[in-house]
């Protein structure tokens, strides 16, 4: 099946796997959700990421964290900002705060796909794609 817009479709998938308490799930890998799942690795909100199959079967394997005895998911909330029908923009100065720190904003930049913190530092804008906390 055709997805339109694939940050939605993996965020979906990332917040159906949560709340299942699944150890993995597997999204339709693109260049965007492979960096996205780098930002969200190199942040510590998932485990691990690896790339199954070839050419346009492509498929990211997702592993979840979970923290406690009851298993409870390190990932909160996922909330995608900019869509297809409207875009988000942030220069550096807009740059958005998710809940005063403790979350990350993933934003797509002209140097690549960062965190909030990260554009802020290099003192750059672009895409607010979505919050994660």
């Known amino acids: 099946m055709a997805v339109n817009d694939t940050i939605s479709d993996m965020l979906t998938r990332i917040r159906n796997a949560n709340l299942a308490r699944h150890q993995t799930t597997t999204i339709p890998a693109t260049r965007m ?9 190199a942040e510590g909100f998932i485990e691990d ?14 592993g979840l964290k ?17 869509k297809p029908g409207l875009r988000v923009y942030a220069n550096r100065q807009e740059l958005p705060r998710v809940l005063g720190g403790i979350g ?8 690549g796909i960062m965190t909030d913190r990260e554009a802020r530092k290099q003192g750059i804008g672009g ?6 906390w």
């Open 33 to 41: 959700t492979r960096n996205i799942a780098q930002v969200l690795k």
């Open 49 to 62: 990421f690896k790339v199954e199959g070839e050419g346009i079967k492509q498929q990211l394997v997702v």
């Open 66 to 82: 979970y923290r406690g005895k009851q298993r409870q998911p390190i990932i909160t909330a996922l909330k995608r900002v900019s």
């Open 104 to 111: 990350i904003a993933i934003i797509s930049t002209s140097s």
């Open 127 to 132: 895409e607010v794609l979505c919050y994660v």
